[in-house]
Structures are given as structure tokens and as C-alpha cells.
């Protein structure tokens, strides 16, 4: 179960918790600064989530730092932990510093207390389903964490990640997100233009995430409905919160991050599943479109599909009264014709920025907590409902739902699935 603080919250209380959230990083950063750790000292990681996105980030995290060990290992099957293992131990570049014995790899649901308990830093790579209750294990317990995106698939879950970046603040300890894009140099540099004004005040917004199929691993007739379900996580509400919070993210993030973080007062959205009928994909969709307003009547006009053979792109526009921005590409076009492009020099891989941050902070004590991440995932787990229920929907709705997806019973056997959403028909909840 997720555990969250009681009471409901308004639009206006969450940007005014978010101004104090931001306030008190200051102050812990002076309080705590005898925190900082000796950079001789030797950082213990594990990895919770060994699938592709966990393993690449153990990695990142190995580079970032000389003095970090991957000691630990979680995973609800040994076989992921196994394959992940394999693939850090071949890697050259990092391979002494693999000192996972047979004793810290954990398989099932509970494994992720055995790494909190052995390690000093924690990398979650699982889905976004059980990420709410394991960030909250870990914060409990004082530990520093990298979070992959996103963080929750409900609103609940949302509320739970809030009140564990609370306390992460007052421990001094330091969380940061995958939202990756907010780490990348050439992103930082167009969205500091954009906010300084260089296209003028925002009018609307236009962000898109067109791509085709993810994978499917099939049905094994020896897995139960619960292996079946987090092997293709995916496609299930409770552990994937669909492909708008699962890869739309991504967009709605930068969106987000152009806006300074300010949530939008409501969203009109529709979807639903035109290519991906089968009953292989669970209960999710396969397109999305959403329009988001902000108080000062900013639109920003939202879209995701996965479907094959079809037209892709991944694009994020900004219009303004005085020009154009298109941020995946580092571009700005103001009216008077002049044109920018980023043109920084060396390395910007963000995936290794990311980490390289995230480790300089340790060392140095610095309190860093990206509450970024919550807003961010709320916004997906705002337009996907508003689809689902075919209702206009505002931000203290969505914030305040209750509707909690985490299965009643979490452990191998059944678990039944939520109906597909219908329009008009799914309630608000
Ligand atoms: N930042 C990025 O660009 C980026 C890119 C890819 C994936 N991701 C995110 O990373 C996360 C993982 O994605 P992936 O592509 O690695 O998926 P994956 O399927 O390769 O890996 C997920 C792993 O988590 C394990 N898992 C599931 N439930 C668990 C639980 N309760 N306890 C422990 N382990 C559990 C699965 O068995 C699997 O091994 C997702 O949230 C995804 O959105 C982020």
C-alpha cells in the first residue's frame, strides 16, 4: 500500500509548498553541509529494477563516480537480476567495482528492503508501480536515490513520492529524477532563452510523442496472471499508468519545465485503442490527445500514439509573441528572422549528466530533490483520466483522486485486470 499524508491539497497550496520546498534547500544545505562525504569514502549502489533502464543506470552511476561499488541487486525475478549482472560484469570500463556476491541478489516482491538495508545509494529502475512504496522505504531509511521516471501511476502514488521528497529535504538526502532532458546541456540552454524571453510571452504549446509499437515478451504457460502482467508491464494500468505517463512523459516534462513548473488549472483529452485491440495489451491505449490550459489562457495541445507503420515524430514546440522555439532540436526563430541554434561544445550525454550530478551532490552534502518529478507525472496521470473518463478535469481534481491502482494482493497467482476505460462510461474517482 502507498503511504501518503492525510487531507486533500489545492493548485495555489502545491505551487506555495513547492516555493518552500525550494526555500529549505538552502537552509539544509548550510545546516547539514558537515554531511559532506570524504570523496575517498567508498559509496555502496544497488540496483532495484535490473531491466534495461536500471542496468544502464548502474553503469552511469559506476562512471560517474571512482569510489562506487554495485554491491546489491533486486528484482521480482532472479533471471533479470542474472542477465543485468552479466552485462555489468562484461563491461570493462567498470567491471572491478561489480561486487555483487550471491547473498545480495534479492528476487520477489521484498526484495528491494535487502538492498535499502546494504546500501548507501539506491538506483530504481522498476516500473512506475511499486516506485512509490520503495522511494518511501528508502528515504525512510536516510538513503540518497536515483528515480527513473515516471514516479507513480495514481494520484495516491503521486501524493506519497510529494511527501517522500518532503522528507528527503529534511534529511539532507538527495533524490534525482530520470526525467533526463532537464539535465541536458543544450535542453538547459533553449529553455533559459525561452524563459528569459527570447520568443516573447508564451501563447501556446504543441508537444508530440508519434512513435510505433514497444515490445511484447509473449505468455509463458508457467507464469501466473501476475508474472504475465509485470513481465509485459506495459500494457497494465497499475504498474505502466499507460504509455501517456509511461513515454509521453518525456514531452510532457519539457512542457512543464518551460512553464517553470506552474501546473495547468485543467485538461480536456481523448484516446483510446485503434491499432492495439488485441487482449495481449492489457488495459491501456494506444493514442492520446490532450489540451492543457493555464490560468493566463496558455494552451498547450498534447499528443501520443503508439502505432506502427505511421508517421512518427517527437517534437515539442513553443510559440510566442515574438517568435518560435523547438526545443527538441535547440532552435529558436524570432520575427525579425534571426535564428539560434545550441552549439555547445564536448560530451552531453544525459543519461551520464544526470548521474555526474547526482553524485557531485553526495559528495558535497548538497541537498538536491527534483519534486519536478511529481508534478511532471501528475500532468500524464492528468490526461490519461480525462481521457479515460471522456471528462474535462482540472489539476486539485486529479490531485485529490483517490483512485489507487496497486493491486489488492500483491503476489504470484491471479490478478485481475481493470476494464479498458470507456468515455462517458469510466467514472471519475
Ligand atoms: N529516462 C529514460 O529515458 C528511460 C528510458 C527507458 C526506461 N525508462 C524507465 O525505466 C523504468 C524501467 O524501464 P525498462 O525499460 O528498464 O523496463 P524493463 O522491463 O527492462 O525493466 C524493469 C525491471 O523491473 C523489474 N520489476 C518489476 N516490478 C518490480 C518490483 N516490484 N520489484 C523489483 N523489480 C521489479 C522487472 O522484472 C524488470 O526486470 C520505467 O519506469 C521506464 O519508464 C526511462
Given at each position: ?207 508530440t510523442y508519434n512513435t510505433g ?74 493514442h ?15 499528443s501520443?500514439r503508439?502505432w506502427e507503420s505511421t508517421s512518427t515524430d517527437v517534437s ?114
Amino acid at each position: 500500500m502507498k503511504s501518503e499524508s492525510p487531507g486533500t491539497s489545492t493548485r495555489r497550496e502545491f505551487m506555495r509548498n513547492a516555493a518552500a520546498g525550494a526555500a529549505s534547500v538552502a537552509a539544509f544545505s548550510i545546516l547539514h553541509s558537515a554531511q559532506a562525504q570524504d570523496a575517498s569514502k567508498v559509496l555502496r549502489v544497488g540496483l532495484i529494477g535490473c531491466g534495461g533502464r536500471g542496468t544502464g543506470a548502474a553503469r552511469e552511476a559506476l562512471l560517474a563516480d571512482p569510489n562506487v561499488q554495485l554491491v546489491a541487486m533486486a528484482d521480482t525475478f532472479a533471471d533479470q537480476i542474472d542477465g543485468a549482472l552479466g552485462r555489468l560484469r562484461g563491461d570493462d570500463k567498470i567491471a572491478a567495482r561489480v561486487v555483487v556476491d550471491d547473498t545480495h541478489k534479492f528476487a520477489g516482491f521484498d526484495g528491494y528492503k535487502n538492498v535499502i538495508e546494504s546500501c548507501d545509494v539506491i538506483v530504481h529502475g522498476t516500473p512506475p508501480g511499486p516506485r512509490p512504496l520503495h522511494v518511501r522505504a528508502a528515504v525512510d531509511a536516510g538513503k540518497h536515490m536515483f528515480i527513473e521516471k515516471p514516479v507513480a501511476v495514481d494520484a495516491p502514488g503521486v501524493r506519497s513520492m510529494m511527501e517522500s521528497c518532503r522528507i528527503a529535504r529534511e534529511k539532507n538526502l538527495v533524490l534525482v529524477s530520470g526525467l533526463c532532458y532537464r539535465y541536458q546541456f543544450a535542453k538547459r540552454e533553449t529553455i533559459k532563452r525561452i524563459q528569459d524571453g527570447a520568443i516573447g510571452d508564451i501563447v501556446a504549446m504543441q508537444t508530440t510523442y508519434n512513435t510505433g509499437g514497444l515490445w511484447h515478451k509473449g505468455h509463458d504457460p508457467k507464469w501466473s496472471e501476475m508474472e504475465y502482467q509485470i513481465r509485459n508491464w506495459l500494457y497494465f494500468d497499475w504498474i505502466s499508468g499507460d504509455h501517456i505517463n509511461e513515454q509521453h512523459i518525456h514531452s510532457l516534462d519539457k512542457i512543464m519545465w518551460v512553464m517553470k513548473d506552474v501546473p495547468p488549472a485543467k485538461c480536456t483529452a481523448s484516446g483510446g485503442r485503434a491499432q492495439r485491440t488485441d487482449p495481449k495489451y492489457g488495459n491501456i491505449y494506444d493514442h492520446f490527445n490532450c489540451v492543457f490550459e493555464w490560468a493566463n489562457d496558455v494552451r498547450c495541445f498534447s499528443s501520443c500514439r503508439q502505432w506502427e507503420s505511421t508517421s512518427t515524430d517527437v517534437s515539442d514546440w513553443i510559440f510566442g509573441t515574438n517568435g518560435k522555439a523547438n526545443i527538441q532540436e535547440h532552435y529558436i526563430r524570432t520575427n525579425d528572422g534571426k535564428e539560434w541554434r545550441y552549439e555547445g561544445a564536448g560530451e552531453d550525454n544525459m543519461y551520464q549528466n544526470e548521474h555526474n550530478a547526482f553524485f557531485a551532490a553526495i559528495r558535497k552534502g548538497e541537498s538536491v530533490v527534483n519534486e519536478y518529478m511529481c508534478t511532471s507525472t501528475l500532468l500524464a496521470i492528468l490526461g490519461r483520466t480525462s481521457a479515460y473518463t471522456g471528462k474535462t478535469l482540472t489539476w486539485d481534481q486529479m490531485l485529490n483522486s483517490q483512485l489507487d491502482l496497486t493491486p489488492k494482493v500483491m503476489e504470484w497467482g491471479d490478478n485481475p485486470m481493470n476494464p479498458l476505460p470507456v468515455p462517458g462510461q469510466t467514472p471519475f474517482v
